[in-house]
């Protein structure tokens, strides 16, 4: 079957860093995608992950290893207007390549 | 005006009734899709679609339709709604492998 994987929430203080795993189980694999969505919104594009290593837009940045099944978004000086969720997602090859997406991590950013 | 927009926005229905939810979008993009949004359980997807004349199921199609009436549409139908159908609906299009998803800005649904 078909799954990603990534914590429920996680808490963290205005301009720490915090990294938000995503682990995924899927029949093929063309890439990992991230979504930003605040309380309930229309889910909006950060990054995608093709290849291994890491990608950097600005304070966020996000890793794959294909070989580990494995990719992470990393948030940078954290603000208040980081708190939302944030989901993974995976096109998920084979003959249909559709766009799966994780469970969802709630950061709440404290001041 | 939005790229991706949803129709209605809100919306409550009684147990057994049809509903109907639309999405059109002017982002000339060939995929289209519709999820369910349900606390705890992310982003599940229900059906999609990659040119008029593809529908795919996704995760969770039982008790949904649709229909792809042009590029830029695309219907999510409940046949018969049930209370277990409550939950924020979302239509996404995107242009490709590897390329960003747009997503409307929901239907919050309500069954009865």
């Known amino acids: 079957g078909q799954s990603l994987e990534q914590p429920s929430e996680v808490t963290a203080v205005e301009g720490a860093i915090v990294q938000i795993n995503c682990t995924y189980q899927t029949s093929g694999f063309y890439g990992l995608s991230w979504y930003q969505q605040h309380d309930g919104g229309a889910p909006t594009f950060l990054s995608y992950?093709?290849?291994?290593g890491l990608e950097e837009t600005g304070r966020f940045s996000s890793f794959l290893s294909r070989s580990d099944s494995y990719g992470y978004l990393l948030l940078q000086e954290l603000q208040m207007k980081d708190s939302a969720s944030y989901f993974c997602a995976v096109e998920d090859g084979g003959a249909t390549n559709k766009l799966i997406f994780g469970t969802g991590t709630l950061l709440a950013v404290q001041p | 005006d939005a790229d991706v927009t949803q129709t209605p926005r809100n919306r409550i229905t009684k147990t057994g009734k049809r509903i109907m939810l639309e999405c059109s979008q002017t982002k000339g993009h060939d995929r289209m899709y519709w999820y369910r949004q349900d606390p705890g359980l992310g982003l599940r997807l229900i059906y999609y679609s990659f040119d008029v004349k593809d529908i795919n199921k996704g995760e969770i199609s039982d008790g949904y339709s649709v229909s792809r009436q042009a590029q830029a549409k695309f219907s999510l139908s409940l046949e018969s709604a049930i209370p277990n159908q409550t939950a924020l609906y979302f239509c996404a299009t995107s242009d490709g492998v590897g390329t960003e998803a747009f997503f409307g800005q929901g239907t919050r649904l309500t069954v009865v």
């Open positions: 992950n093709a290849l291994d």
